[in-house]
T-cell receptor, first 117, second 116 residues
Framework: AQTVTQSQPEMSVQEAETVTLSCTYDTSESDYYLFWYKQPPSRQMILVIRQEAYKQQNATENRFSVNFQKAAKSFSLKISDSQLGDAAMYFCAYRGGYGGSQGNLIFGKGTKLSVKP | NAGVTQTPKFRILKIGQSMTLQCAQDMNHNYMYWYRQDPGMGLKLIYYSVGAGITDKGEVPNGYNVSRSTTEDFPLRLELAAPSQTSVYFC???????????????FGPGTRLTVT
């Protein structure tokens, strides 16, 4: 079974600085997809960034980027120029490839990010 | 588009009571999911559906039932509520065809349920 591990329960960053959230996963599949979701206090789950395992290029969305290391099964999230609005729980999630899974996401336990002004 | 909507937002149940959590989506998505989120944890899959009339169990289905009579609606039924079902419940949907953008799941705002 696939598992997702986020080893940092809490992280803190100064406004305008850069922070990296860690995520590792375990799978025997070769085709899969990885996601980072943000959950602010409102509870709404918001997709931050997505990565296809067959793509070597790391995904980027504005201030958010990932470091995807397939061999190491690592998928870290880097937030640059941190803003107060970035404060939230961040979840790493895994999805198996088409036809190989029921399509659900497998989530890590999350990392709570605080941003200091 | 309203996206994924859930009702109610909050609910308190007594032990042994039953209730239905409503979920609807207006994006014509094939796949729909119910997750629960316990304090300090990630989301765990309760049930999912790949289309109208088709449902299947996820990781933690005990104490719950679902139905999917239409593409839009995917209600979750709690029978004989227990304190262990105190959690936040999220409904989600995705297109279900191939490709990463079809795999993206859209979440509802969640229902906070307390069983006392």
């Amino acid at each position: 079974a696939q598992t997702v591990t986020q080893s940092q329960p809490e992280m803190s960053v100064q406004e305008a600085e850069t922070v990296t959230l860690s995520c590792t996963y375990d799978t025997s599949e070769s085709d899969y997809y990885l996601f980072w979701y943000k959950q602010p206090p409102s509870r709404q789950m918001i997709l931050v960034i997505r990565q296809e395992a067959y793509k070597q290029q790391n995904a980027t969305e504005n201030r958010f980027s990932v470091n995807f290391q397939k061999a190491a099964k690592s998928f870290s999230l880097k937030i640059s120029d941190s803003q107060l609005g970035d404060a939230a729980m961040y979840f790493c999630a895994y999805r198996g490839g088409y036809g190989g899974s029921q399509g659900n996401l497998i989530f890590g336990k999350g990392t709570k990010l605080s941003v200091k002004p | 588009n309203a996206g994924v909507t859930q009702t109610p937002k909050f609910r308190i149940l007594k032990i042994g009571q039953s209730m239905t959590l409503q979920c609807a989506q207006d994006m014509n998505h094939n796949y729909m999911y119910w997750y629960r989120q316990d304090p300090g944890m990630g989301l765990k899959l309760i049930y999912y559906s790949v289309g109208a009339g088709i449902t299947d169990k996820g990781e933690v289905p005990n104490g719950y039932n679902v139905s999917r009579s239409t593409t839009e609606d995917f209600p979750l039924r709690l029978e004989l509520a227990a304190p262990s079902q105190t959690s936040v419940y999220f409904c989600a949907s995705s297109r279900g065809d191939e490709g990463i953008f079809s795999y993206e799941q859209y979440f509802g705002p969640g229902t906070r349920l307390t069983v006392t």
